[in-house]
């Protein structure tokens, strides 16, 4: 089975901290894992996806396969990343995407 | 750019009332999902279709139902509708070759009395 879990419903930091939100996952093959993120008021949409290795405002993600992880981290926490993140995973089915139930991000000025 | 659409941002309805919540795409995407998010729970798939007429159920389809007559249309169907189905909705869609990358609509929230 397929799973996806995020272990803090809410991460708070001070603007400039270090941000790391945790996504562990469970599935036997090779999944692909994905952040989507939805700032207040808008859509659900893609932060960044492992297999394009790039850094979204400033947002890396590396899979580590041994730990099952994909955590999201950012340096330097700014206002404007408060938002709702989630982790999700595609196995088998390439189409579809299972999500975990989400870290909101509070950033504190 | 793609755009997803839902024909509400927000609803009303009694108990035992049938509610149908429209999604339209103008991208061409193959595939088209229902999702609904709670908190604590995240995101979880209703039903998805990979091609017109075609639909198939997800991890909650119990009370749903879908239609999708048109490509660029996916029809969520409550057929009779109760309070613990009082939910944000969000719509999905993606390209079949594009993999599973998708497009967002607004969402739909849904509250049943």
């Known amino acids: 089975a397929q799973r996806v879990t995020q272990p803090e419903k809410l991460l708070s930091v001070f603007k400039g901290a270090p941000v790391e939100l945790k996504c562990n996952y469970s599935?036997?093959?090779?999944?692909?894992l994905f952040w989507y993120v939805q700032y207040s008021r808008q859509r659900l949409q893609l932060l960044l996806r492992?297999?394009s290795r790039e850094s979204i405002k400033g947002f890396t993600a590396d899979l580590n396969k041994g730990e099952t992880s994909f955590h999201l981290k950012k340096p330097f926490a700014q206002e404007e990343d408060s938002a709702m993140y989630y982790c999700?995973?595609?196995?088998?089915?390439?189409?579809?995407?299972?999500f975990g139930a989400g870290t909101i991000l509070r950033v504190k000025s | 750019d793609v755009k997803v659409t839902q024909s509400s941002r927000y609803l009303v309805k009694r108990t035992g009332e049938k509610v149908f919540l429209e999604c339209v795409q103008d991208?061409?995407?193959?595939?088209m999902f229902w999702y609904r998010q709670d908190p604590g729970l995240g995101l979880r798939l209703i039903y998805f279709?990979?091609?017109?007429?075609?639909?198939e159920k997800g991890d909650i389809p119990e009370g749903y139902s879908v239609s999708r007559e048109k490509k660029e249309r996916f029809s969520l169907i409550l057929e009779s509708a109760s309070t613990n189905q009082t939910s944000m909705y969000l719509c999905?869609?993606?390209?079949?070759?594009?993999?599973?990358?998708?497009?967002f609509g607004p969402g739909t929230r849904l509250t049943v009395t």
């Open positions: 991208m061409d995407h193959e595939n």
């Open positions: 492992h297999i």
């Open positions: 999905a869609s993606s390209l079949a070759a594009g993999g599973p990358k998708q497009y």
């Open positions: 999700a995973l595609s196995g088998g089915d390439g189409n579809k995407l299972v």
């Open positions: 599935y036997s093959g090779s999944p692909e």
């Open positions: 279709s990979y091609d017109v007429k075609m639909k």
